[in-house]
């Protein structure tokens, strides 16, 4: 029992120094797949309807432990030129929770060869909620005497070139750099604003395996940059089998697999290193996406980003 008390108390405390330093926007290990969660200007990629759930369960077993959800829906319109999207988030850790919701509008320009250059801009909300009085305090102090329910304002905006078998991105999803108070403007949490850099290319090894390479960059103001390495395999155009390193927490295994022609499905472990490894439990990541599209034999071409 004391145990328990304890990893809740030092959840609860790295919770609070996470609000301080405010990293609000979340990362996924399957961000290759779910390319609206880091940049407005993916939408419309996937050349019709799709739809994307991915939820993120960190120390599982752990009461309070973090998760993380998104739903990303977009789609081209007609002409194929403008996109429109919509993206919700919702982060937890202990008392301390955060959801976003976002529009999105994007416009490509066509460019030679197959290539197209997408624009993309979002607008909408954080709200932050930390429900302090639902802590068992032993010793009163007034840091946790008054719960903070506010809502702020969020625009973002991204650039996403695609060339088929590689692309760019660069972003800043969250461009607002809010402020969340409690009390006699006592500064509980400022939303400091990302810059994210992603690329990534396929090369074919074999008829049957082709090789996957990408790369996701993450600036926060002062603090060391995130860099995430992925590569993955993909067999026979059904299976993604991957690994990725991140320099903030260690490895990810990655598998996803093309269940039907319009249906994926993935799941990726993460295996922290460092000191952090004695009290990580395990990290759990699943992705479902669908793409409500057929052509005239009714297979959809693979979707490589």
Do not use: C
Not at 51 to 60: H, I, P
Not at 185 to 195: C, E, G, Y
Not at 257 to 267: I, N, S
């Amino acid at each position: 029992m004391k145990i328990k008390i304890y990893l809740l108390q030092l959840l609860i405390g790295l919770a609070v120094v996470e609000a301080a330093h405010a990293q609000q926007q979340a990362t996924f290990a399957q961000y290759m797949f779910n390319g609206l969660a880091i940049n407005p200007g993916y939408a419309g990629q996937h050349e019709a309807l799709s739809v994307s759930l991915l939820s993120r369960f960190q120390n599982v077993g752990l009461p309070g432990a973090p998760n993380t959800q998104t739903l990303s829906v977009h789609s081209p319109l007609v002409a194929k030129r403008v996109a429109l999207g919509a993206l919700l988030v919702h982060d937890k850790i202990g008392v301390i929770s955060q959801t976003g919701f976002n529009l999105v509008y994007a416009y490509r320009l066509p460019l030679l060869g197959g290539k197209s250059l997408t624009m993309g801009l979002q607008g909408g909300f954080s709200a932050y909620r930390a429900m302090y009085t639902d802590l068992d305090i032993y010793q009163p102090d007034p840091v946790f005497s008054q719960d903070v329910r506010q809502t702020r304002p969020n625009i973002g905006a991204g650039v996403f070139y695609n060339a088929k078998i590689w692309y760019l991105g660069l972003s800043a999803p969250h461009m607002v750099n809010n402020v969340f108070t409690r009390g006699d403007d006592f500064s509980t949490v400022r939303q400091n604003v990302p810059i994210m850099f992603s690329g990534g290319y396929v090369t074919k090894i074999s008829n049957k395996v082709k090789f996957k390479p990408n790369a996701l960059l993450k600036w926060v103001d002062n603090r060391p940059v995130e860099l995430d390495i992925n590569a993955n395999f993909l067999i026979e155009d059904v299976v993604w089998a991957g690994l990725s390193y991140r320099t903030s927490n260690g490895l990810n295994f990655l598998l996803d697999v093309q269940a039907t022609d319009q249906l994926r499905v993935g799941y990726s472990y993460a295996l922290a290193l460092g000191p952090i490894r004695s009290i990580e439990i395990g990290t759990h990541e699943f992705f479902i996406g669908y793409i409500f599209k057929h052509n005239m034999k009714g297979v959809v071409t693979p979707r490589y980003f």
